[in-house]
């Protein structure tokens, strides 16, 4: 059962565009939510991340937006370049006092930004 | 700069053989997780450590599959015996106690093909 649904699969943008990509969740214990970038190859990166009591988090090019009543949260990439071509991945926390933090990922979305 | 090294890089093996992933965590971080990431499942949690103990890994089969954390600089990922289906990108990430903000941060994997 995917804890955090991810859509959509892949994007393609043109460079200079906004890419945006977006997630859902069920679980209302969730308490934080980061984004990570993966480029071929390599592991993934923490890109930005944002908790529940904000609705939106800029870092750069680099929005997330939250709605915590629908329980979705979604990326946002302004000026899109094609360096940004990536594997994005959003994930849930989940702490508990026995166990600790738990992460939950969603599929992912395999981002191409076209010259 | 801090990272989590992750040997071997690539591993190709014959079905049946044995393979063992290791991983040093961050200096500091007492969670390490395993994950394995696929296609067609996307980032699976495997098993998950907290100061050295295990705290779930119902994400692995138990029949072929075993983690272990010998010491704090270390944790291992075996598979025996391996089977095609295993072939897969494994992933070891490690972070903090729970806190605000706190995230995990991955090594760069350990890519296997089981032939």
């Known amino acids: 059962q995917q804890q955090v649904k991810q859509s959509p699969q892949s994007l393609i943008v043109q460079k200079g565009g906004i890419s945006i990509i977006n997630c859902a969740y069920e679980?209302?214990?969730?308490?934080?939510f980061p984004w990570y970038q993966q480029f071929p190859g390599k592991g993934p990166a923490l890109l930005i991340a944002?908790?529940?009591?904000?609705s939106e988090k800029k870092e750069g090019r680099f929005t997330i937006s939250f709605n915590k009543s629908a329980k979705q949260f979604s990326l946002h990439i302004m000026d899109s370049q094609p360096g940004d071509s990536a594997t994005y991945f959003c994930?849930?926390?989940?702490?508990?006092?026995?166990?600790?933090?738990?992460?939950?990922f969603g599929t992912g979305t395999s981002l191409t930004v076209i010259p | 700069d801090a990272r989590v090294t992750q040997t071997p890089r690539h591993k190709v093996t014959e079905m049946g053989q044995e393979v063992t992933m290791r991983c040093q965590p961050i200096?500091?971080?007492?969670?390490v997780f395993w994950y394995r990431q696929t296609m067609m499942q996307g980032l699976e949690l495997l098993a998950y450590?907290?100061?050295?103990?295990?705290?779930?890994d119902s994400g692995m089969p138990k029949d072929r599959f075993s983690a272990e954390m010998p010491d704090a600089t270390l944790a291992t990922l075996k598979i025996q015996p391996s089977e095609p289906r295993d072939s897969a990108v494994y992933f070891c990430?490690?972070?903090?106690?729970?806190?605000?903000?706190?995230?995990?941060?991955f090594g760069e994997g350990s890519w296997l093909t089981v032939v």
């Open positions: 994930a849930a926390r989940l702490f508990r006092w026995n166990t600790g933090n738990q992460f939950y």
């Open positions: 679980n209302t214990a969730f308490d934080y």
């Open positions: 944002i908790r529940p009591d904000v």
């Open positions: 200096l500091g971080h007492n969670t």
């Open positions: 990430a490690s972070g903090y106690p729970p806190g605000p903000g706190n995230t995990i941060y």
């Open positions: 450590f907290r100061n050295r103990a295990p705290l779930d």
